[in-house]
């Protein structure tokens, strides 16, 4: 337990980073259970179970709107599966088993990495193991309360996530060998109390599932390899492949998208996979005669349909109904090489064997974990870090809302005289950010809303969607204004092969009345000032403050130069629309002060003695310099040299 603790809360408001969008909708729905809904089953984002998003809910309520509010609940859940699946161990193969399937169950990643992102399928393994645990005793006790307790819990996995739905089958199999191999035959009078309690608690989610069948069905039939879509035309070799792929996950190749498992890591690490394989083996000889292994056996060959039958094998969430009773053959092995060493050397050695053994397999599970997946930078891509950034920056910015520390979300207040206004496609199709960012007379979506435009005065953050026509939602930004432009985050999707920027944020401040220009140019435009700066990386940064007096018809490439004292050698260059070119020149309104940023990277290090930055103005199709105007209106240089 104290493995599992540690292992699942440590650092979970951070690792992994982001929040992805199943995870955002959940909380969404979660949101809607606080404003009152009570639906059996959530329809949004191809359909969810409610138990996952129940707790969620409750968890919100608490923590506020942050990722760690969503996780938390997969964290408790995870840890909660330890003790689970230790009871349900020994109650089918004794103290030793159960107690080296929970190491094992606390210890391995792809239960880990469940334990630490917010989807429903981190439910199953442990309401599974509970039901089945109670299923056990009732079979061996032949008490009918055990068997009521077992319907119970079993009824509440199918509110978990979907594979629950093959473990009918499987159950229906187990019986099927008891009649026709354990000569104690089953429990009728046992086996109808569990179904007549499975079948009460059951009841609400299947009688919406038949009246709403499309709903409650659509996500099989999308991922089915039946789908032709998905098979591509040869169903049979498709499934002969997702067998091969399905059997591979215990000791050759995991799940490989990189929010499911590590990628590519199998379930079990070399060593622990061994005496996994040395476990099925003593299941399939023992499975004749004693219905615990037999069960084994059965309960994973079934359990493996889900992603067999689906695309993307092994898909780690399809495939979680094997877990916990997939984790118990390796503990089997376990149990067994402790008896073989225990008979030929001594106890106390046999148990150092087995405890290293678990120490490799703990060990392994933190550094391929915590070490080599949580600090890969495209991890955060896989989470959509870049839309957790977008949702920071608007809380921090208006001053209320998860500020992107810890696992609760602070009322706060908004800060006065602030409004934040976002392109529609960052809002309407960016389920985090919703998530994320409260609702308030403060946020200004483009397209959804009709409040009136910002005032001068008033501080403004505009985030737009940075392929579209960005001037119309200039208008945004308050007149006589300070403006400034930045990119934001990157964001990669599974089947891009290179990130891309997902945001562009122009800020607003009421701009301070300014001294003197610095430097004229003609066509209106002047230089209100600028200062320089050197960076740790050796980079030289320059900030322009720029103004036109008048409206600018022509788009003016700005230059800055960095070049040696007698102007012959240029160092370093900079030359590009301004701001980064999100706001050239015939967009800007006479009275708004732009800044302008550069950054020049040097060949040698910068020294005010012996540098000089030459700054400009030019057309770029015709090449003709905009002129320094003397303090009579002349016309002089094609550049000006700052000072």
Known sequence: MVVALVLRFYAIGHIPPGLYHDEAFNGLDALRVLGGARPIFFTANN?????????????????????????????????????????????????????????LIAGLVWPLNLSRIGLRAVALPLFLALALWQFWRGLKTGKRWHYVASGILYGLTFYTYTAARFTVLAL?????????????????????????????????????????????????????IFNPAINGGDPWGTLGRHLVRALGLFFWRGDFIPRHNVPWRPLFDPLTAAFFVVGLGICADRGRRQPAYAFTLIWIATLLLPTILAEDAPHFLRAVGILPVTIIPAAVGLEAGWQWLAKRTRPGLASGVIVAVLAVTVGSTIWDYFGRHARNPALGYAFEAGEVQLAVEINRFLGMGWDGRGLTATAGELLPGRRAV????????????RFLVPDSDALTILGEDTRPRPVPGETVFLALWPYEDLRPYVEWLPAGSLITVREGALEQGDLETTPHLLYVVFTATPAEASAAPEVRFAEGLTLLGHDVEVEADGTLRVR???????????????????????????????????????????WWRPGDVILDEHRLTLSEPYDPARHRLRVGWYELQTMYHLPVLDENGQPGDEYAILE
Do not use: C
């Not at 409610?50 to 309520?61: C, E, Q």
């Open 544 to 586: 322009l403050r720029w103004q036109a007096t008048v409206a600018i018809a022509t788009d003016y490439t700005v230059f800055v130069h960095l070049v040696d004292m007698d102007g012959e050698r240029v160092l370093a260059q900079s030359d590009g629309y301004p701001a980064g070119g999100y706001y050239p020149t015939s």
């Open 172 to 224: 229906a199999l187990f019986v099927l060998y008891q009649l026709i191999f354990d000569k104690t035959r089953p429990h009728w009078s046992g086996l109808l109390y569990l179904a007549l309690a499975t079948g009460l608690i059951l009841a609400p989610l299947l009688v919406y599932g038949v009246l709403h069948w499309h709903e409650f069905m659509q996500r099989a039939g999308q991922v089915s």
């Open 422 to 433: 976002l392109a529609n496609r960052l809002w309407d199709q960016r389920p985090t950010v």
């Open 47 to 103: 359909g969810r179970e409610p138990l996952f998003i129940y707790l969620v809910a409750l968890s919100v309520s608490l923590l506020g709107r942050s990722p760690g509010a969503i996780r938390i609940v997969a964290a408790v859940l995870g840890t909660l599966t330890v003790p689970a699946t230790y009871l349900l161990a020994r109650a089918m193969f004794g103290r030793r088993v159960g107690a080296l399937s929970a190491v």
